[in-house]
């Protein structure tokens, strides 16, 4: 079903494309979204939000376009919740900075989180006094919904934030986010999720999940590079400082005071990305004629294939449940004498494989337990072949059994 799209994706043409397994990481971009990125330079190169000329209001359209179908994709109240940003990092940056915060004020996360849902409850706990406090997941890496509860129990009235990645990029695990928000919110706690590994593999519904905040990648979702999301209630968005205030983000200023232009504005200071808010366009209609269910299939099918050629094999050891239909489209793996940096080099250069090495910024799960050298993770798409996470599996077997 999907392999008849393959050719829409400039990279995969020709005689001998590449396997590309790294799209945890970044996903490859159809040409409808290279094309709509170069017709912003070619088309309409304005300044989206303030000139009214023909480029800017062109560019002015396309942004309304754009929010209006990320809030129908992700069933927002308004498209005024929708706030571009960089990337989810950012996003997640604007929710935990532009906060309020009391010293002591508690907030959750898990053992598995990137660093960009990390990172800033670091340092607002070296800055700001809170208390950030670590929920230990399960042995295979699944979320401990008992231990969860116990933390926010133990938390009380200092419960102020609960902060989850949706789908780790780690391990590929689903968090229950819908029960675990209704356990934060019977405790008085805000909940924010990073979305940036489920927005593009299945069905995101924030009305339903019960959430207040969602951070979201678009060079996840087929779109560009520098381009992200933030969804936000409306009710907290009116009232959360900017991170990056300028430029559009008032309505007037004087030289003593301002009056902060409303929601989305207020938080996308300065000259915008405007054909990457274009591309974004693009990739929204991209990925919306598709139904995630299927794509969530066909990664678990890819998933299955990879995990089965690999998960007998001495001296490799798949994070996470054995199950990959707990993984989704990620295996990622450590390998018990080889560094996975060399073992991803030689798939590149000996199979044209690409998959990604390393700590994927979650350094702090591997530092817990010791693993130097990182992991080595395969991920699928809707893109992705049989015949390749085939050759990706028993590529990387022969090789461990050679140089094991």
Known sequence: MFSKRRSDFPTLNGSNPPVYLDNACMTLRPSSVIEAIRSYYEQSPGCGGRSVHRYATTVSRKMMECRKKLAGMFNARDSNE??????????????????????????????????????????????????????????DNTFNIEAFEEA?????????????????????????VKEASKIAKDHGALVCIDGA???????????????????????????????????????????????QSGGSTVDTSNYDSL????????????????????????????????????VHEHEVKLNKIMTSIVKDVNGIN?????????????????????????????????AGVMVRSGMHCVHSWFNNKGIESGSLRASA????????????????????????
């Open 259 to 294: 009056v902060w232009s409303k929601p989305p504005a207020k938080f996308e200071g300065g000259l915008g990305n405007y054909a990457g808010i274009l591309g974004t366009n693009a990739a929204v209609d991209y990925i919306s004629g598709f139904n995630l269910d299927d």
């Open 197 to 243: 590994q489920s927005t593009p593999h299945m069905k995101v519904d924030v009305q339903e999940l019960g959430i207040d905040f969602m951070a979201f990648s678009i060079h996840k979702m087929m779109g560009p590079s520098g381009m992200g999301g933030l969804w936000g209630r409306m009710d907290l968005l009116e009232n959360m400082r900017s991170i």
């Open 152 to 176: 926010c129990a133990e938390a009380g009235s200092n419960l102020k934030m609960v902060s989850l990645s949706h789908v780790g990029n780690l391990d590929g695990i689903a968090t229950p």
């Open 318 to 350: 798949i994070i996470g449940p054995e199950d990959a239909s707990l993984r989704g489209g990620i295996c990622s793996m450590v390998m018990d004498t080889i560094d996975a940096h060399d073992i991803a080099i030689l798939l590149d250069e000996a």
């Open 82 to 139: 929708i706030i571009f940003t960089k990337n989810a990092t950012h996003s997640l940056n604007q929710v935990a900075k532009g906060l309020s915060w009391e010293k002591g004020d508690i907030v959750l996360t898990t053992d598995r989180e990137h660093n960009s849902n990390l990172v800033p409850w670091l340092q607002l706990e070296e800055e700001k006094g809170i208390d950030h406090r670590v929920v230990v997941s399960n042995d």
């Open 381 to 404: 798409y809707l893109y992705n072949t049989e015949e390749e996470v085939k050759l990706f599996a028993e590529t990387l077997v022969e090789a461990v059994q050679a140089l094991g």
